[in-house]
């Protein structure tokens, strides 16, 4: 069975920065697209970022691109979100997700595996 397990969320203040990553295990890592998404309170999840199963190609949302980063190790089985210059309104649980094709997506419904979920909060 698949797991993703996101870790690196927290506190910091706006300007600031953090890695998330998200570990998959369970079935092949490699060969497959992965994305970032979040959900702050109230609001529907939305995405963030996403990366193809090589990380030659990767797809940003207009809110993060430049100060965002997506990056993967298919040998550590990890996909990683490098958040720089972060914003108040970045302030949300960040998921990762599998998606079972090789090329990117920003719809939800693509991505068949979901993490658990990691807070970052972004005071100002």
């Known amino acids: 069975q698949v797991q993703l397990v996101e870790s690196g969320g927290g506190l910091v203040q706006a300007g600031g920065s953090l890695r998330l990553s998200c570990t998959h295990s369970?079935?092949?890592?490699?060969?497959?697209?992965m994305g970032w998404f979040r959900q702050a309170p109230g609001q529907e999840r939305e995405f963030v970022a996403a990366?193809?199963?090589?990380?030659?190609?990767?797809y940003y949302a207009d809110s993060v691109k430049g100060r965002f980063t997506i990056s993967r190790d298919n040998a550590k089985n990890t996909v990683y979100l490098q958040m720089n210059s972060l914003k108040p309104e970045d302030t949300a649980v960040y998921y990762c997700?599998?998606?079972?094709?090789?090329?990117?997506?920003?719809?939800?419904?693509?991505?068949?595996?979901w993490g658990q979920g990691t807070q970052v909060t972004v005071s100002s």
């Open positions: 997700a599998k998606r079972l094709s090789p090329n990117v997506s920003s719809r939800p419904p693509d991505f068949s595996t």
């Open positions: 369970g079935g092949t890592f490699s060969g497959y697209a």
């Open positions: 990366i193809s199963w090589s990380g030659g190609i990767t």
